[in-house]
């Protein structure tokens, strides 16, 4: 049934409220232009890529084309964060071999930003809830830490609202008409147009767009909750237990403190399975095992036999694992937010920024070439 009291005319629609189309909302809305953000399910669902207790923040990053967008998300989280309270920095610490570190450090140092470097045994003296033989190493990123993810989408969809933003929930889009002047935009409950919409629609993104030509298909991530045995105070980030990645020498797998909750360790694998969007979410078990299998040989006081709790998450992955930041090449008044692979999270403020700007026509400081929807893939980088 249409909603007779909202005036369906709107400068920009943002279609899918997760983190980065609640962070492209509030960029407009504090702009003053009229916004609608419409999502499918309720603001605060379980079903997307947002949603959780926390995420990592880090500056290591696989590529030098993601330094400036994450040096850019540190000062917008920053901005956020005083008004939400939702950043906690803890470090982070990235365990690999001798060749990968050194090429992460040479990173950090070409951007003039400050990490130190550990070796072997030096990681277990700096944080003894780890083990690790002379063939590791770390590099330690001090300002890296954990972002309270639900916390934080609600508080970005507070500022928008607070700015002027429509918010829309519980409004599936059943289709986008696109015209030389305008979009109208077709939902289960009323009928809107603006001169520009932007699509941040998470594992939906080919849903909403079975044209888009680049691949971003969802997979879904198993993220386990392990519990941990003694030595509490080693594994609490208030005592500077820092969120954690080892790779290189093992399978490619993660852990963070006991934020979600207590005494209870979050980690998982950087590995998914292809699903439909909206089909069964039943993830296999070796989303455990294998993460398991390393955790047993290198932290102390974790018993891993069997995860305490499970959650699903969905991810939205490019063959190359590069973001989709661009305007469509077949309807210029549409453009696309997307293919964020498992670590979109920590850029949102900046690709949300980016994504405003690029529908109001405003200049970008950053280069997008590497997002482009036409892009050639390429293999995904080592580090």
């Known amino acids: 049934m249409a909603d007779n009291n909202l005036k369906p005319e709107f400068d920009v629609i943002v279609i899918g409220a997760g983190i980065v189309g609640s962070c492209a909302a509030y960029q407009l809305a504090k702009l003053g232009k009229r916004v609608a953000l419409i999502e499918q399910f309720a603001f605060d ?12 923040f880090r500056f290591i990053t696989g590529e030098k084309v993601f330094f400036s967008l994450i040096k850019d998300s540190l000062k917008e989280w920053k901005n956020l964060e005083k008004e939400s309270g939702q950043e906690l920095q803890c470090g982070y610490l990235w365990m690999g071999s001798h060749e990968g570190s050194e090429a992460r450090a040479k990173s950090f140092k070409d951007f003039g930003i400050p990490f130190e470097y550990l070796k072997g045994k030096e990681i277990g003296e700096k944080f003894p809830q ?16 954990a972002l309270l993810a639900d916390k934080c989408v609600s508080a970005v969809q507070r500022l928008a609202k607070s700015h002027g933003a429509f918010l829309r929930d519980h409004e599936p889009v059943l289709r986008i ?3 030389d002047d305008k979009v109208e935009v077709f939902t289960s409950k009323n009928k809107y147009s603006a ?14 767009l079975p044209d888009l030509k680049i691949k971003a298909e969802p997979q879904l991530m198993g993220v386990n909750y392990y519990k941990v045995t003694g030595n509490y105070d080693n594994f609490k980030t208030e005592k500077g237990s820092p969120m954690f990645l080892m790779s290189d020498l093992c399978d490619c797998v993660y852990g963070l403190p006991d934020i979600d909750f207590p005494g209870l360790i979050k980690g998982g694998i950087h590995m998914g399975i292809r699903i439909d969007a909206d089909g069964k ?14 955790f047993s040989k290198h932290i102390k006081d974790m018993d891993v036999s069997k995860p305490v709790k499970q ?30 692979s498992g670590y979109g ?4 403020p900046t690709v949300g920024k980016i994504l405003a700007n690029l529908a109001l026509g405003n200049p970008i400081s950053h280069d997008l070439s590497a997002f482009s929807v036409t892009r050639e893939m390429k293999q995904k980088s080592k580090l």
């Open 45 to 56: 669902n379980n079903k997307g890529s947002s949603h959780g207790g926390s995420r990592i």
């Open 130 to 145: 780890f083990e690790f033989g002379p063939e590791w190493a770390a590099i330690l990123d001090p300002q890296g830490g």
């Open 177 to 179: 008409e696109p015209y």
């Open 195 to 208: 001169k520009k919409i932007i699509i941040t629609a998470g594992p939906w993104l080919k849903k909403v």
């Open 281 to 294: 979410r039943e993830f296999p078990d070796w989303m455990h095992t294998i993460p398991a299998k390393w």
């Open 311 to 340: 959650v699903a998450c969905m991810y939205t992955v490019t063959e190359d694992e590069y973001f989709i930041i661009d305007q469509s090449p077949t309807h210029p008044n549409i453009y696309i937010g997307g293919g964020f």
């Open 345 to 348: 999270f920590k850029y949102a």
